[in-house]
Antibody
């Protein structure tokens, strides 16, 4: 059974940093591209970042470029999101998701971890 | 960025047929996918590649379209289908529609 379990969320002050993790199991992690998708309270879904199966390619939405870094450790089957210079508008539940067919749709999602940016 | 536009809400009676639309600001070919999200839960994939039913999803759900106009159809609607439905494109990076909240009368 495919499982994605996020951790690392919490309350953080504006301008500070936070690192999210996503532990994957039930599939060969190193074969799949992975992504982070967020959802602000009562809002819609917003793609944040994507990383290729081997980590050689990364993609970011404009609003997080230069502040967020997506990475992966295939030996540990773990995906990461380093978030620096956090802003109030980054407040959201962050989901880890597995890309299908290369870097296409998302068939599997974690349960999410809440990040609240507030002083 | 490719913007996806969905109507915000729909209300239908159980047993009826409902179509949820998604319009892209530019062509995404058949790179359109649909998700269902219930309160407090993660999204669930329903349709990929515009018209392919994800394994385990009831055949009451179907998708169609190509280019810029896409639809998700539920026929017949059941009480358990109360949820928000999102479209997502993967042709030009990745973007989601704003979601359509489906309520049952």
């Amino acid at each position: 059974e495919v499982q994605l379990v996020e951790s690392g969320g919490g309350l953080v002050q504006p301008g500070r940093s936070l690192k999210l993790s996503c532990a994957a199991s039930g599939f060969t992690f190193s074969n799949y591209g992975m992504a982070w998708v967020r959802q602000a309270p009562t809002k819609g879904l917003e793609w944040v970042a994507t990383i290729s199966y081997d980590g050689s390619s990364t993609y970011y939405r404009d609003s997080v470029k230069g502040r967020f870094t997506i990475s992966r450790d295939n030996a540990k089957s773990t995906l990461y999101l380093q978030m620096d210079s956090l802003r109030s508008e980054d407040t959201a539940t962050y989901y880890c998701a597995r890309h299908e067919m290369g870097l296409d749709w998302f068939a599997y999602w974690g349960q999410g971890t809440l990040v609240t940016v507030s002083s | 960025d490719t913007v996806l536009t969905q109507s915000p809400a729909l209300a239908v009676s159980p047993g009826e047929r409902v179509t949820i639309s998604c319009r892209a600001s530019e062509s995404v070919s058949t790179g359109m996918h649909w998700y269902q999200q219930k309160p407090g839960q993660q999204p669930k994939l329903l349709i990929y590649g515009a018209s392919n039913l994800e394994s385990g999803v009831p055949a009451r759900f179907s998708g169609s379209g190509s280019g810029t106009d896409f639809t998700l159809t539920i026929d017949p609607v059941e009480a358990d289908d109360t949820a928000t439905y999102f479209c997502q494109q993967s042709w030009n990076d990745w973007t989601f529609g704003g979601g359509t909240k489906l309520e049952l009368k």
